[in-house]
């Protein structure tokens, strides 16, 4: 990856629904090079794929909770292909310390939220969780 495939990549990280045409002006190349570029860096694996970003609005609707979970030796995988059917899950850590993994979940509502915490604790090889709702963000340097 050169300068410009660095410069395409963080524009398109920032707004993915930048156009091709837009891309290539700002950085004063033609249209039919940018695209060439993404096409590039998708068939590469670099851009794995688009997604949709849900903005504060929609947001605001979301309960959101990261859940501390301790699982039985031997067990990683089957617990991780379970959560990974849990659509509420939206990202595992592996982690070190008291816990082996750190669960977000966002739920529309707080009898949702419950019952997915219920389903994480059922699954087999679960040995203990702890929840941890979020009640505001103070910043976020991600988005």
Do not use: C, N, W
Not at 108 to 135: A, F, N, P, W, Y
């Amino acid at each position: 990856m050169d300068d410009l495939d660095q410069k395409i990549l963080a524009a398109l990280a920032a707004d993915s629904s930048t156009s091709t045409s837009r891309l290539g002006r700002r950085f004063k190349v033609a249209r039919s090079t940018v695209q060439a570029r993404i096409e590039r860096m998708e068939t590469t694996g670099i851009i794995a794929g688009y997604t949709v970003k849900l903005g504060d609005v929609a947001l605001a609707h979301r309960i959101k909770a990261t859940v501390l979970v301790q699982i039985e030796p031997r067990s990683t995988a089957a617990v991780l292909q379970r959560l990974k059917g849990i659509p509420e899950v939206e990202i595992v850590h592996t982690t070190t310390g008291r816990f082996d993994l750190i669960v977000q979940i966002a739920a529309d509502s707080t009898s949702d939220l419950d019952e997915v915490l219920d389903q994480i604790g059922g699954i087999t090889g679960v040995r203990s969780s702890e929840s941890l709702i979020h009640l505001t963000t103070k910043f976020d340097r991600s988005v």
